[in-house]
């Protein structure tokens, strides 16, 4: 029990270092690119019969290279450790979606039309469904450890520090990360319960990765200046001074 607690607490203690550590903007466009991301999953951007992406992808990229900004200056696990905060918030503000879905009052969008079913509709998107929920909130589970992994791997294994290693490693952490993020929630809630082949759930997946993968390209050298500014400005400096001491 002591044993336990002991572990606990510095655990809390790491989490609050780290979050102190790293810029609060970027911890709040992270996880508000969750958020958002599985909100506007539920509503399709194109939908043919191998390409089907949802308004969740606008944000979905946002998310990976906020991980790899994060990866980049302070590693894989702590980027895991953000994923992990950001997920249990989202699930939070998932739950209270659908708590406040239940309240019998009317959306604003009820009294343009005076139709029960556009309420319902906007009650059961906001309230979601628990199979979506689990879908997305384990695809992004294991993607985000794919994506940590595999992205400080390569960074350990190049010798060079410019954007063209950023570049490498984001870039292909990224499309894998995104593939079996796609891959899991493609398998656990379109197959299961929208009756996919696995045709299309292998096809969809891996024609999203390659969009997610375009906004990455376009958007990296972003990520790049960012971490190049912290790197100079040494921002983040207390939770490596937490870490030396940990393991000294």
């Known amino acids: 029990m002591k044993r336990n607690f002991s572990f606990l607490k510095n655990l809390l203690d790491d989490y ?3 979050l102190r550590s790293i810029p609060s903007v970027t911890v709040s466009v992270f996880i508000l690119s969750l958020v958002c991301a ?11 019969r191998f390409l089907a992406l949802d308004c969740g992808f606008v944000f979905s990229w946002i998310m990976f290279l906020c991980m790899d900004v994060i ?22 503000v998932c739950a209270i979606f ?8 009317m959306w604003g969008a009820f009294y343009d ?9 906007l009650n059961a998107t906001f309230g979601g469904s628990w199979y979506v ?16 992994v595999l992205n400080g791997a390569i960074g350990k294994s190049l010798s060079k520090n410019g954007f063209g290693s950023f570049a490498l490693r984001s870039y292909v952490s990224t499309f894998v990360a995104q593939l079996v993020d796609n891959l899991v929630f493609a398998t656990v809630v379109s197959k299961i319960f929208f009756g996919w082949t696995w045709t299309q759930v292998a096809i969809c997946s ?3 990765a390659f969009f997610e993968l375009l906004c990455e390209v376009i958007f990296s ?21 937490f870490l030396e001491k940990k393991r000294a």
């Open 98 to 105: 659908a708590l406040l879905s239940l309240s019998p009052g």
């Open 71 to 92: 990866c980049k200056r302070w590693g894989a696990v702590a980027s895991i450790k953000v994923s992990v905060l950001s997920l249990l918030i989202n699930l939070v």
């Open 206 to 208: 891996v024609i999203g």
């Open 221 to 241: 050298g972003i990520g790049y200046k960012i971490v190049c500014g912290w790197e100079k400005e040494n921002v983040g400096i207390d939770y490596f001074d």
């Open 133 to 148: 929920v689990l879908g997305s909130s384990l695809a992004f589970l294991v993607s985000s450890v794919v994506n940590a």
């Open 16 to 18: 609050k270092i780290l």
């Open 113 to 121: 039309s005076e139709n029960k079913l556009v309420n319902d509709a």
């Open 38 to 48: 599985n909100l506007m999953a539920n509503k399709e951007l194109v939908n043919f």
